[in-house]
């Protein structure tokens, strides 16, 4: 059973900064293919930032590419999300999640099979 655990929502102001979490215990993020999500409501779920960690190349949807950074620490098991100059439309819950794609599948795809709970972003202007 593949268990990822998200942490590090909240709320905070427009311009603001916040690190999202992804522990993915005994999976890792080692090797296949983790990203993050976010769902508004009423939206659908949507993908902002991808990694391959086999080779290290991440992708990132326009709307957060040069604001949101994925990265993994391998030694923690830790997918993060840093997530700068935070705007409302940014308010959302965010969920992990956790694919042996390879390299050519990698992406900005949502048909991952393993996801995460989510945590909840809110930007206040």
């Known amino acids: 059973q593949v268990e990822l655990v998200e942490s590090g929502g909240g709320s905070a102001m427009t311009g603001g900064s916040l690190r999202l979490s992804c522990y993915a215990g005994r999976y890792g993020v080692s090797s296949g293919c983790m990203g993050w999500f976010r769902q508004r409501p009423g939206d659908e779920r949507e993908a902002v930032a991808v990694l391959s960690l086999d080779y290290g190349i991440p992708y990132y949807s326009d709307s957060v590419k040069g604001r949101f950074t994925i990265s993994p620490d391998k030694a923690a098991n830790t997918l993060y999300l840093q997530i700068a100059s935070l705007k409302p439309e940014d308010t959302a819950m965010y969920y992990c999640?956790?694919?042996?794609?390879?390299?050519?599948?990698?992406?900005?795809?949502?048909?991952?099979?393993?996801w995460g709970q989510g945590t909840q972003v809110v930007v206040s202007s």
């Open positions: 999640a956790a694919g042996r794609l390879s390299q050519d599948s990698c992406g900005l795809r949502t048909d991952f099979a393993y």
